[in-house]
């Protein structure tokens, strides 16, 4: 028989894609009786709970799960506290699922014994900003090499976009960190190999999302990934590799340089090779999409870089006076010290 699966979907005022989404886990070809939907809502003001109402009186595995906390992180254990899945697979609203989607999962976990395994995070255009910037996302120097943003890329890393975990994992390492605004993912992953297992990412598992649609939005975006970065090196202790704390080393570096007159003309030659190095990649990924996206992508990779750089220095500085983590994460069933032996 087929393992039983829990939907973990974290949602907040979604009246305009919440429907979509569960049209796309109700079309999976896994088993269907062996699905349970489970969307923990942030006391959404919207249409959310009433389509959520009408959309589980016509299909009982559709629940509802009430998230006063409103964070993401939060619902996401509520979820799978409430779970009845050997196997949680978390979702996010505003993504496209293949129709093999969950069925995938539950392979790799099987084929792989990962602890959590996960499918590239493709992003998908519908507006010409959406376009350069999923070419700037394409580039090594718009993502600092990460595997998971590469959808041929395939072997164990040290996190996937989403992610289906085996239950055990939250006996183990814990549930999300209830207060991680941003990160969350990142910061379980990364107590997960601690705790001795294993993260597979797999081309098999395909997932599209749909980036941000402006500057603006996008710069907000890095800032506060920049800050929810910050709190997991303070909370943690380390990353599992230095690419999260790039932006910061790069922004503080040129600003140390402008602080000190003496250093004037290295700040202005690292800048310059800043510029050219981001003006040649983004004439290198912008022309596949067409001329007229290269000054756009030219734009996209500072606002990453500086967005990100600032609000991982805001993070440090808020996190350092006031850490708010507990000290001991919240489990699920009994305590287990490691997920497999070291």
């Known amino acids: 028989m087929a393992p039983m699966v829990t939907i973990a979907m974290p949602a907040l005022n979604e009246e305009h894609y919440l429907e979509a989404c569960i049209a796309s886990v109700q079309a999976q070809d896994y088993p269907a009786d062996r699905i349970e939907i489970l969307v923990a809502d942030g006391r959404s003001t919207d249409r959310t709970r009433e389509i959520l109402a009408r959309l589980s009186a016509a299909d009982p595995r559709i629940k509802l799960i009430d998230n006063p906390d409103r964070l993401q992180a939060a619902g996401l254990g509520k979820m799978v506290k409430a779970a009845l899945g050997d196997i949680i697979v978390r979702m996010d609203v505003h993504c496209e699922y293949a129709p093999d989607y969950v069925r995938k999962c539950v392979e790799v976990l099987e084929k792989t014994g990962a602890d959590n395994v996960g499918g590239a995070q493709r992003a998908k255009a519908k507006t010409f900003f959406q376009k350069a910037l999923c070419a700037a996302l394409d580039s090594p120097m718009g993502v600092g090499g990460a595997r998971y943003r590469h959808p041929d890329a395939e072997g164990f890393v040290d996190t996937v976009f989403l992610g289906a975990f085996r239950r055990k994992v939250f006996e183990t390492v814990g549930l999300w960190d209830p207060r991680a605004i941003t990160n969350e993912d990142s910061e379980l992953n990364q ?22 649609d402006s500057l603006k939005s996008l710069a907000k975006q890095y800032y506060r990934y920049g800050r929810g970065r910050a709190r997991t090196l303070l909370k943690l202790g380390k990353f599992t590799n230095i690419r999260p704390a790039l932006p910061f080393l790069a922004v503080s570096g040129e600003a140390l340089m402008l602080a000190l007159p003496p250093l004037w003309p290295l700040a202005s030659a690292a800048l310059a090779t800043y510029v050219l190095a981001t003006g040649a990649e983004a004439v290198r990924v912008g022309s596949k999409v067409g001329v007229a996206a290269i000054p756009t992508v030219w734009s996209i990779f500072p606002v990453l870089h500086v967005s990100h750089g600032i609000g991982f220095a805001a993070g440090l500085w808020q996190y350092l006076r006031s850490p708010d983590w507990p000290d001991e994460p919240d489990r699920v069933g009994p305590k287990k010290v490691q997920l497999r032996a070291v």
């Open 191 to 212: 107590r997960i190999l601690e705790a001795g297992g294993q993260i597979y990412l797999s081309r098999e598992i395909v997932v599209h999302y749909f980036p941000r």
